[in-house]
């Protein structure tokens, strides 16, 4: 019975051992301390500051990329979520209440309305005109 190992000294399985580690990416460091920055930043202490706390920390980020890396974390919280929400049916709408077509080739047709006006010779062109 001297052989048992403690409870505490069981070897982790892989996985928990991996649940325990710094995750390799420094983003997915930053994402798991962005609740305390998030609350840091909140209560009124600068970016900078932060910088320095995350370093003691032990998550080794520039300025610079922790500025860059803030930016992408608070527009993807802000984006709208990847779901699209399902189209509703409508009655459809007559011709009438339909909002009219843009028109791609709008400002062609006023400008050949301008031109009715023009006299284009009928036939071949006269080659005494021509230089």
């Given at each position: 019975?001297?052989?048992?190992?403690?409870?505490?000294?069981?070897?982790?399985?892989?996985?928990?051992?991996?649940s325990r580690e710094n995750p390799a990416q420094l983003?997915?460091?930053?994402?798991?301390?962005?609740?305390?920055?998030?609350?840091?930043?909140?209560?009124?202490?600068?970016?900078?500051?932060?910088?320095?706390?995350?370093?003691?920390?032990?998550?080794?980020?520039?300025?610079?990329?922790?500025?860059?890396?803030?930016?992408?974390?608070?527009?993807?919280?802000?984006?709208?979520?990847?779901?699209?929400?399902?189209?509703?049916?409508?009655?459809?709408r007559s011709p009438i209440s339909a909002p009219p077509?843009?028109?791609?080739?709008?400002?062609?047709?006023?400008?050949?309305?301008?031109?009715?006006?023009?006299?284009?010779?009928?036939g071949p062109p006269d080659e005494s005109k021509l230089?």
């Amino acid at each position: 019975m001297g052989n048992e190992v403690p409870s505490d000294k069981l070897a982790l399985s892989p996985l928990e051992a991996l649940s325990r580690e710094n995750p390799a990416q420094l983003m997915a460091q930053l994402r798991a301390f962005w609740p305390q920055v998030r609350e840091a930043l909140k209560a009124g202490h600068t970016l900078r500051v932060i910088h320095e706390r995350l370093n003691l920390a032990g998550v080794p980020i520039s300025y610079k990329l922790l500025s860059l890396y803030r930016g992408r974390i608070e527009r993807r919280k802000k984006a709208p979520a990847d779901t699209v929400p399902a189209a509703t049916p409508s009655a459809p709408r007559s011709p009438i209440s339909a909002p009219p077509a843009f028109d791609l080739i709008a400002n062609l047709r006023a400008q050949e309305q301008k031109r009715k006006g023009w006299p284009f010779p009928s036939g071949p062109p006269d080659e005494s005109k021509l230089f």
